[in-house]
């Protein structure tokens, strides 16, 4: 079974500054996608990034890009210049390439400081 | 219309009861997908549907929950004889293709609580 794993159930970071979301995942599949999801109080799931597993190359969108360590399981997100928008839950998903479902890790809360 | 709508925002109903909740998917989006998100969790994936048939339903909890889309557009999921463990937010979410590279659109959910 897959399983994502956010340790950090709350983090903070000063306005401007960069933050690092932290992410693990379970799967003896080679190939799959990994996802964050960004979760305002409006409780839509916005796509932030994806990564293909297939990809050595790091995904990267504008003030968000990922490190995506494929033996070590981890796909973090770094957060560049924060801005006060960015205050929300961040969710971690995988799916199978072959899946029709995602699997989300159980969030982080992210706190801008002005 | 221009995103995945959701009605209603808000559903209290008493425990026992049936309730329906309605997405309303982006045009043209053939896949269609029900998720339920309890306080603190992630989403957790209900069921799939490609066109009008559900493609996979593996996640349903049991049989008091099911869900339709007649025409292939917009989907009901419904749920019987509610207990107050439902309580959660229902999100749907629709893309292109299950391998849309630009992933799901989400709506913003039914609330749901069974008092």
């Known amino acids: 079974a897959q399983t994502v794993t956010q340790s950090q159930p709350e983090m903070s970071v000063q306005e401007a500054e960069t933050v690092t979301l932290s992410c693990t995942y379970d799967t003896s599949e080679s190939d799959y996608y990994l996802f964050w999801y960004k979760q305002p109080p409006s409780r839509q799931m916005i796509l932030v990034i994806r990564q293909e597993a297939y990809k050595q190359q790091n995904a990267t969108e504008n003030r968000f890009s990922v490190n995506f360590q494929k033996a070590a399981k981890s796909f973090s997100l770094k957060i560049s210049d924060s801005q006060l928008g960015d205050a929300a839950m961040y969710f971690c998903?995988?799916?199978?390439?072959?899946?029709?479902?995602?699997?989300f890790g159980t969030g982080t809360s992210l706190t801008v400081i002005p | 219309g221009a995103g995945v709508s959701q009605t209603p925002s808000n559903k209290v109903t008493e425990k026992g009861k049936y309730v329906e909740l309605r997405c309303d998917p982006i045009?043209?989006?053939?896949?269609l997908y029900w998720y339920r998100q309890s306080l603190g969790q992630g989403p957790e994936f209900l069921i799939y549907?490609?066109?009008?048939?559900?493609?996979?339903d593996s996640g349903l909890p049991n049989d008091r929950f099911f869900a339709v889309r007649p025409e292939g557009s917009v989907s009901t999921l419904k749920i019987q004889r509610t207990e107050r463990g439902d309580s959660a937010v229902y999100l749907c979410a629709s893309s292109l293709s299950r391998d849309s590279p630009y992933g799901y659109t989400f709506g913003s959910g039914t609330r749901l609580t069974v008092v």
């Open positions: 045009s043209g989006h053939t896949a």
């Open positions: 549907f490609q066109g009008t048939g559900a493609a996979d």
């Open positions: 998903a995988y799916r199978r390439d072959t899946g029709n479902q995602f699997y």
